[in-house]
């Protein structure tokens, strides 16, 4: 088991968060995954290892994740939620033309949130930033 599954146990535990084998999963799955995948791609990844589990099963865990700060949940306008383990602050990169998701580190944006702030007076929470373009592969494809 990795470090941040076994962080992640722990931190669903200390707030009285049962761990279930399917808990234990579909937070697995997403953090070996770097897919961004959405829930059904989750439920059907799975559903060899619990054919008794539901859909419904892995949509309530997502929101628990994501409730307590593990998962992101981020929409790109397809209209399917996709998830993201939330260890560190990163970006996307995503391709216009197949859909694939890429995570972009980039600490010289860390102080981003700070900045907005002073120069317009909100109180920041929270911010995203996407960058849209065609993947290498997507450029293989169309010839560019």
């Given at each position: ?6 962080q ?7 707030n009285?968060v049962r ?9 697995e799955?997403?953090i070996d995954q770097?897919s ?11 559903e060899?290892?619990?054919p ?9 865990n997502?929101?628990?994740?994501t ?8 929409m ?7 998830f993201d ?5 990163h ?8 859909g ?13 949130e ?7 007076g ?6 995203r930033?996407?960058?849209y ?7 293989e494809?169309?010839?560019?």
């Amino acid at each position: 088991m990795s470090y941040l599954v076994e962080q992640s146990i722990e931190r669903l535990k200390y707030n009285n968060v049962r761990i279930t084998p399917q808990r234990h999963a579909i937070l697995e799955y997403l953090i070996d995954q770097d897919s961004h995948p959405t829930a059904d791609e989750i439920y059907k990844a799975l559903e060899v290892d619990f054919p008794s589990m539901s859909v419904a099963t892995v949509y309530n865990n997502l929101r628990l994740f994501t409730k307590m700060g593990l998962v992101k949940e981020m929409m790109f306008g397809d209209n399917s939620s996709r998830f993201d383990f939330a260890s560190t602050e990163h970006y996307h990169a995503i391709c216009t033309r197949c859909g694939k998701i890429e995570d972009i580190y980039y600490p010289g944006l860390d102080d981003v949130e700070v900045v907005a702030s002073n120069l317009t007076g909100y109180d920041v929470n929270s911010h995203r930033l996407e960058i849209y373009g065609l993947c290498p592969d997507c450029q293989e494809e169309v010839g560019e």
